[in-house]
């Protein structure tokens, strides 16, 4: 019930496309964050949501937290290689204070 | 302001022996989060903590794991008797409130030989 289910597992885009992914869950969840892992390294924030409905940019990075709480998306414009990397969504179910993460998103940009 | 640091970068250890994983949060920050990651995985939810108390340990090996938070200095994450399938990333976050967006150190990577 508290599982994150992300998807697509990978993606392979030419620079200069848009990237779409997303999470969804079968509970609620009172928050949203999205991640980028680069290789060797933590996790590093991107966007975090904590309002049902909220939609919120960081550059050309778009997220929102969905209108039932049960998922969320990430959109990444105009893609350029160093967004290549592995994209995380996370969440805390309502009721639990853990984080629980989904399973990655493998982007890789072809120049 | 300096972020979540965590040490050492690269643990080696023998099977057998014991591994101590540490994590200073961020200044301010009294919840750490503990996660594993195998290559080419996800982050596994291992233990959460808040000043001196385990709130959520429910990701954590019941035998050999343990974690603390103390009132003072570092959260530790200790394995005792560290076998073969221990090796991995393990990567401590911080958070200044429970729920709110967590930050991340760069990890220890634990090499069992």
């Known amino acids: 019930g508290q599982q994150l289910n992300q998807s697509p597992q990978s993606m392979f885009i030419q620079e200069g496309e848009d990237v779409s992914m997303n999470c969804t869950s079968s509970s609620i969840f009172n928050t949203w964050l999205w991640y980028k892992q680069d290789p060797g390294e933590g996790p590093v924030l991107l966007i975090a949501?904590?309002?049902?409905?909220e939609l919120t940019s960081n550059g050309r990075l778009t997220a929102q937290f969905g209108i039932t709480r049960k998922d969320s998306f990430l959109n990444i414009s105009a893609s350029i290689p160093s967004d290549v990397g592995i994209y995380f969504c996370?969440?805390?179910?309502?009721?639990?204070?853990?984080?629980?993460f989904g399973q990655g998103t493998r982007l890789t940009i072809n120049p | 302001n300096a972020g979540v640091m965590q040490n050492p970068r690269h643990l080696v250890r023998r099977r057998g022996q014991e591994a101590r994983l540490r994590c200073s949060p961020m200044k301010g920050h009294s919840h750490v989060y503990w996660y594993r990651q195998l290559p080419e995985e996800g982050l596994k939810f291992m233990v959460y903590?808040?000043?001196?108390?385990?709130?959520?340990e429910s990701g954590m090996p019941k035998e050999r794991f343990s974690a603390e938070f103390p009132k003072e200095g570092p959260s530790i994450l200790r394995i005792q008797q560290v076998v073969r399938g221990d090796s991995a990333a393990y990567f401590c976050?911080?958070?200044?409130?429970?729920?709110?967006?967590?930050?991340f150190g760069q990890g220890t990577r634990l090499t069992v030989v």
């Open positions: 903590l808040q000043k001196e108390n385990i709130i959520d």
């Open positions: 949501l904590y309002k049902a409905g």
């Open positions: 996370a969440g805390t179910p309502r009721g639990a204070q853990k984080l629980v």
């Open positions: 976050a911080s958070s200044p409130f429970e729920g709110t967006e967590a930050f």
